[in-house]
């Protein structure tokens, strides 16, 4: 693993000089005459640099690092400081180095000192804040744009070059509850478009935790079947909702999320009350064969549910809290009889199934919100997830970085 021989500063005088031919003096052509400079610039820089830190670092009785055969941190003999050349990707631009290679006395073997005084990784050709950044780029838009804006500002990097930037920076970005926040959150699924299955053929999956300054950071992600995998979403997290006295949970109403939580912790479930009149206009629809949509029936009972689903914020007492729950239910008992009479079968039977869960929170006196905040985080992921198909692992990938990005801190 790469390290870094300074363990003070050093000075490093560099000088060059470039000769260049231009047509005017617009800032567009000296800008352009910079840019065919820069790889050449960039490439003295760097190997003037490195090879004052490895002569710096040679000079040191004890190397700040060792050879990889014996271990040998104190003895060593340069072979060369122009050896082989090898190609790496800076912010700037790829810039072909010379490598800098000494070797051991005493056991005798070789090795090339470039990458490990520029802190990388053996055979490393992209540097961790290179694709970092190229991550980002790639997670906030298209990778077709990514490259022709890369191209605009010098970038000699290629769309495939971003993609593969996007799958490693993923792999870095780990989603969980922080113990510090709000015990409480919510969690939702939203169809995406998955390469060779008609229209949206996977569900991603989202877990968020309300934090205390406000707004929410992401706790999971995964892509999977709509009626699985929410075991996977919440498997990062189990440790801190154990730590939890209680979590709520708020959903819009998909029983199979217990799934990932079931016999592991105790969750108090509440329904999103700004899902079930949003879900209503598709159950409605659904019984189109006995109601009319924007009909007088149509709209009692939307309304009804609307106005029941309203809860007026601040409300301590206990007394009025269980009688405006009394009432609440006792609306939406009528409404329920009110569709079953009219043989609205799947707007009785969503809202049968939904009733039991509605006033969870309000009962246990917390002051988790009700009404949806992951629809914002899901605008911010089919930004950029609706410009195509994909496959499960792009998808995912690409996602994670985003939300990290817009919700979570991540910055390259």
């Given at each position: 693993?790469?390290?870094?021989?300074?363990?003070?500063?050093?000075?490093?005088?560099?000088?060059?000089?470039?000769?260049?031919?231009?047509?005017?003096?617009?800032?567009?052509?000296?800008?352009?005459?910079?840019?065919?400079?820069l790889p050449q610039m960039l490439k003295d820089f760097i190997e003037k640099v490195v090879v004052g830190l490895g002569e710096y670092a040679m000079g040191l009785?004890?190397?700040?690092?060792?050879?990889?055969?014996?271990?040998?941190?104190?003895?060593?003999i340069w072979k060369?400081?122009?050896?082989?050349?090898?190609k790496i990707l800076t912010v700037f631009t790829w810039v072909i180095l010379h490598q800098l290679q000494v070797q051991c006395k005493k056991c005798g073997s070789k090795m090339y000192l470039l990458r490990k005084l520029l802190g990388m990784e053996p055979m490393q050709r992209i540097p961790v804040d290179t694709y970092r950044k190229l991550g980002l780029i790639g997670s906030l838009t298209t990778y077709r744009v990514s490259e022709k804006i890369l191209t605009m500002f010098g970038w000699a990097v290629d769309k495939m070059?971003?993609?593969?930037?996007?799958?490693?920076t993923a792999q870095e970005i780990d989603f969980k509850l922080d113990p510090e926040e709000k015990p409480s959150g919510e969690a939702d699924g939203t169809g995406i478009g998955i390469n060779?299955?008609?229209?949206?053929?996977?569900?991603?999956k989202v877990f968020v935790q309300?934090?205390?300054?406000?707004?929410?950071?992401?706790?999971?992600?995964?892509?999977?079947?709509?009626?699985?995998?929410?075991e996977k979403l919440f498997k990062n997290s189990l440790g801190v909702l154990k730590g939890f006295k209680k979590f709520l949970l708020i959903t819009d109403g998909d029983t199979s999320i217990f799934e990932g939580l079931k016999d592991k912790v105790s969750v108090i479930f509440q329904r999103c009350l700004w899902h079930i009149p949003h879900q209503l206009k598709y159950t409605l629809w659904k019984d189109k064969d006995k109601i009319v949509r924007k009909s007088r029936e149509w709209l009692h009972v939307m309304s009804e549910v609307l106005e029941i689903c309203a809860i007026r914020p601040?409300?301590?007492?206990?007394?009025?809290?269980?009688?405006?729950?009394?009432?609440?239910?006792?609306?939406?008992?009528?409404v329920?009889?009110?569709?079953?009479?009219?043989?609205?079968?799947?707007?009785?039977e969503y809202l049968e199934n939904a009733k039991d869960n509605m006033f969870t929170a309000i009962n246990n006196r917390l002051h988790g919100k009700t009404t949806s905040r992951v629809e914002r985080v899901f605008k911010t992921v089919n930004m950029r997830i609706n410009v195509g198909k994909w496959s499960v692992d792009g998808g995912l990938n690409v996602t994670k970085v985003r939300l990290a990005y817009y919700y979570n801190g991540f910055d390259a």
């Open positions: 693993m790469g390290v870094s021989p300074c363990t003070t500063n050093i000075t490093i005088d560099f000088d060059c000089q470039f000769r260049v031919e231009i047509k005017d003096g617009s800032l567009t052509t000296i800008l352009s005459a910079f840019c065919k400079l009785k004890k190397k700040p690092f060792c050879c990889d055969e014996c271990g040998n941190d104190g003895e060593f060369t400081r122009h050896g082989k050349k090898t070059t971003v993609w593969k930037a996007v799958q490693k060779g299955i008609k229209k949206r053929g996977k569900e991603l309300y934090k205390q300054g406000g707004g929410v950071r992401v706790a999971g992600v995964h892509i999977g079947n709509y009626n699985g995998g929410w601040l409300v301590d007492c206990e007394e009025t809290i269980k009688a405006m729950i009394a009432s609440k239910k006792e609306r939406l008992t009528k329920i009889e009110y569709c079953r009479e009219r043989e609205y079968k799947a707007t009785v």
